[in-house]
């Protein structure tokens, strides 16, 4: 009980620094107190370790190049502030597997399936904050045709290079400060972790490519994830995809794939 009071305390610090850097919505800082909660609270500092590499190096990323980014904010479903339901997306495997690990502590597999999902979402993150800078225009992963910038779905060198970046720094963390650590497993862990982080990012970019809903702005003749309203103000009309796979449900699916890989390969 008072780690996870501790956890609660530690959780409100983080999330008034990122609400004032204005990082989080406020219900994006809500949904961030119980997710670190959980996380510190059930699991530990080592879990926490995690979490706030992922948060600090993504509100970091997307904060870098603003300005060449300022053009893409019409494609992207949210502008920079995360809110809860970006925060949950990302945060919500994580935190069960917190919760699976206190009540399992002494199986390994609850601390690489939250590991691995982290190291997913991180990817994905990565790969969409610094996979805009790519020289070229990006391609869609499905066919290979070149799309604009900041299309779901669409796949480019700097981007798989970010994503194999921000997958190995959470795997090489969760390698080491494995709460169950055998040094003979660090490699073939960080190795496993990395990798189910990639296949989760890349099976987001998939669902991005086919099913996640797609919406078309008549005003600006764009395709955008943003709905009902686009930037410009104008209403925007799905064109593709299923309706109820909006991004947050993408990332979601990105964090599951992580978890189960990290399962399953554990
Ligand atoms: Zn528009």
Redesign the pocket.
């Known amino acids: 009980m008072p780690q996870l009071l501790l956890g609660l305390l530690f959780a409100i610090i983080i999330a008034f620094l990122a609400r004032r850097a204005r990082s989080l919505s406020r219900s994006g800082a809500y949904a961030a107190v119980l997710v670190g909660t959980l996380i510190f609270g059930l699991g530990g500092w080592q879990w926490a370790i995690i979490l706030l590499t992922f948060f600090i190096s993504s509100s970091a990323l997307t904060r870098l190049f603003g300005k060449r980014k300022a053009a893409l904010n019409?494609k992207f479903e949210k502008g920079g502030q995360r809110d809860a339901a970006q925060v949950l997306a990302n945060g919500a495997v994580a935190s069960l597997f917190a919760g699976l690990h206190f009540f399992f502590p002494a199986a390994a597999w609850p601390w690489l399936a939250f590991a691995a999902s982290m190291a997913a979402v991180n990817a994905d993150t990565w790969a969409t904050e610094l996979g805009v800078l790519n020289p070229t225009p990006p391609r869609l992963i499905t066919n290979g045709k070149p799309v604009d910038r900041g299309t779901s779905g669409a796949i480019s060198f700097y981007g798989t290079l970010s994503a194999l970046a921000g997958a190995a720094l959470i795997a090489i963390l969760a390698a080491v400060l494995d709460p169950h650590v055998q040094p003979s497993l660090i490699t073939y862990r960080f190795l496993l972790i990395t990798f189910a982080g990639i296949a989760g990012a890349l099976f987001d970019s998939l669902l991005g490519a086919t099913v996640q809903a797609i919406y078309h702005?008549?005003?600006?003749d764009?395709e955008?994830e943003r709905h009902p309203v686009?930037?410009?103000?104008?209403e925007?009309v799905q064109i593709r995809g299923w309706k109820w796979l909006n991004n947050d449900m993408v990332n979601l699916a990105c964090a599951v794939v992580g978890a189960a890989l990290g399962m399953i390969l554990s």
């Open positions: 019409e702005c008549p005003k600006c764009k955008t686009h930037t410009c103000g104008m925007t």
